[in-house]
């Protein structure tokens, strides 16, 4: 498969990895911001190769897992009301809110489908003009572009039963607090090059001068990840501190402008929670005013302002140390034994995304082996 | 009503569009007889429905007979390669297949939805008389039966199947040794991403098509080039590949090493589990087989299996070994191995 095969190239993997060995001087600590990164970094073993020369820290880049459980409660009450029909990308269904996930409420009745795009929302609400469709915006930069069309395809079409629960949120202001918490350890930063594609990188030019952090915009295939690990580590050698694209294949400069436009049309940019990091100033996206009439928090009334509810987490659940990169999911002393794939207790167990998710399902056999709390115990009973 | 699209003798009643199944379909009077007149023994000719008794006789073999049954409740009931007909026959026949039987026979249930287009259930019907002539069995005894609107999505199908055991089928998963192959017989996860795919009105181009098939043949050769040396064969249907293994592994108590490098995948399965984040592992096949074979005649299995057009995509795509911490393995771009975990839940898309 053309821009794939290439990129899962086992011998240019294992050059790149001798290379980053021999530049390396020290055990650097990089970050990868986006969930697919971290997915990738352990299917193919990057992580574990790789583990004398840098520590990888898994950031927050999980849609799934940072979409507050407030806003997942708001979406299964809309799901419950007899003249709603809530539509949402399919990861989203299983994460829990603060007590059950969309998947519970559609098992009692709730009407939730899964869509593939907004656009298929937008296409429902037509298609059902005596029921009101709700999408569920969640996502980072690469998803708001989709929902900001959805909405001005709505306004065109004149529809009155579309509306969206937006719950969008910017990477880059949660990178700016994961440094500016005490006690960070980040060097560098693999950015998101998905992100990246929409947003461009020159906004990280001003982010790199503040912070002195190399920040390398990154693809998701192994040597697509390494090429960017290696470009941090360069840096990092040479006492440099600079923006680099090492995903030209998909990533320009000033990234996809009729994209951004869409989304500076449609959102504002605002203070938001996130699920286990609290409120992040300029960490999200909400409609703009001129919009307001398709905001689904508004159309229904529903609960209060979600700026003053509190950030929940599930009692035995670290998920916001995970999520901010200062626990690994391995260290939980849930993992593996009370929290699994089947049974998670928090969002990052749950997401195809998740870094806990990730962890589990690319877990090494022996290693399993000397962890008593860990897998070795599910698979013992099973 | 027009005068024109009424036809007098038709057996269901029109509601000035389309023809269309109602509750009086199901409730055993004269519109039951006619639907299975003019829908069902129109279609299927085999002596037991001739005269419609309470049971079908049939003529024994004298040997063992293997049985086997199956519900069908897939959506949407038509999709690339396949419809709810075909697979309720393909299905049925490789379960009697892969466990060496020869299928000769099955019954044929209908749960029908009210409001059901009459044409649907004809092209449906259609299907099944078809593949039940690619597949050789006949369609022997069967029944009707409609639901309320609403209490059925459209259509489900039960079928029956009934085989003859001819000479000594595989011996089963306990039978499995250390350094046995494991072999598929073409690109799998092919059938449920198709599905997944229509049920969604994903649009990927092209878009994944079920290998919806039997297997009969496919058996048949693997049975004659490596007899008495294959320890037992699954068609990979729910849970697809990893949960065959997960299955052996449990009878056999060994383990499974997988190399990701030679499993067969289709590009149209590849490209849709790569922006869904499916992995095909997981994915149901309805047409594909999995087979532990001893290692030595495990190349001339799969060149044979590679001769015949049905299984031309034939590879080994692994081993068995003595029983580790996990039950299945894989080895991925690094030459590392990692656990394949059994197939839990739904199968749903990711975001980005």
Redesign the interface.
Known sequence: ?KY?DEF?D?RA??RL?DDIRRTATRRWVLMEVCG?QTHSLL????E??LRETVELIHGPGC??CVTPAEDIDLAQQFALREDVLLTS??????VPGTRKSLLDVRAAGGQVR???SPL?AVALAQKHPDRQVVFFA???E??APATALAVRQAEQLGLENFALLVSHVRVQPAMESILRTPGNRVEGFLAAG?VCTITGFDSYVDFVREFRVPVVVTGFE?VDLLQGIRECVRQLESGRAEVTNCYARSVRREGNRHALVAVEQVYRIADVPWRGLGVIPSGGLRLRPEYARFDARRRFEDTGCEEELPVITTPDCPAAEVLAGRMRPSDCPQFGSRCT??SPLGAPMV???GACAAY??????AV??SQPAG??QQ?AT? | MTESSWQPGCPVPIDGVEPRITLAHGEGARLTRQLIDTEIRSRFRSAPLATLPDAAHVEGTGGRIAVTSDSYVVSPLFFPGGDIGSLAVHGTVNDLAVSGAVPRWITLSLILEEGLPLPVLQRVLDSVARAATECAVDVIAGDTKVVPRGAADGMYLNTTGIGTVIGSPPPGPQAIQPGDVIVVSGPIGRHGMAVLCAREELAFDPAPRSDSAPLTDVVKTLLRVADGNVRTIRDATRGGVSAVLHEWADASELSFRLDEARLPVSPDVRGASELLGIDPLYVACEGTLVAAVAPDVAEQAVEALRRHPQSAGAAVIGSAVERTICPVTIRRTLGREQPVDEPTGAMLPRIC
């Open positions: 498969m794939v899962r086992t993997a294992r990895v697919g299917r193919h073993g990057i574990e190769e849609p799934v990308f399919g990861d989203m269904l299983r899964i869509v593939y298929d969640v996502g980072f690469t998803t998905h192994p794939p089947d997401s195809s995304e589990f399902r690319y877990r090494t056999p399993d082996a897998a070795s698979e099973r």
